[in-house]
Nanobody
Framework: QVQLAESGGGLVQPGGSLRLACAAS????????MAWYRQAPGKQRELVAS???????NYADFVKGRFTISKDDAKNTVYLQMNSLKPEDTAVYYC?????????WGQGTLVTVSS
């Protein structure tokens, strides 16, 4: 069973940066497409960014130009570099496969953007 463990969240001021990491069991990062999602309080979980096994990336409009998804196949880890953070980016961030191919969700990592 695939296990996903997110880390790197925390409290950051508006305009700041954070780098999230998602360690996955097995070799899924190298073989399969991966994605980052987020869920803000009282809202549904939404797709933030995705990366294919061949490193093609896609982003939600609300993070384009600010967030960068990447991966390290050797470490079986997916990253999300978040720059120019806004209060509306506050959410629990999760990694998983793209929609339609989901694994069991991890615990997520909380990102709070506040002054």
């Amino acid at each position: 069973q695939v296990q996903l463990a997110e880390s790197g969240g925390g409290l950051v001021q508006p305009g700041g940066s954070l780098r999230l990491a998602c360690a996955a069991s097995g070799t899924i990062v190298k073989i399969f497409n991966m994605a980052w999602y987020r869920q803000a309080p009282g809202k549904q979980r939404e797709l933030v960014a995705s990366i294919t096994s061949g490193t093609t990336t896609n982003y939600a409009d609300f993070v384009k130009g600010r967030f960068t998804i990447s991966k390290d196949d050797a470490k079986n880890t997916v990253y999300l570099q978040m720059n120019s953070l806004k209060p509306e980016d506050t959410a629990v961030y999760y990694c998983n496969a793209p929609p339609g191919h989901l694994y069991t969700w991890g615990q997520g990592t909380l990102v709070t953007v506040s002054s």
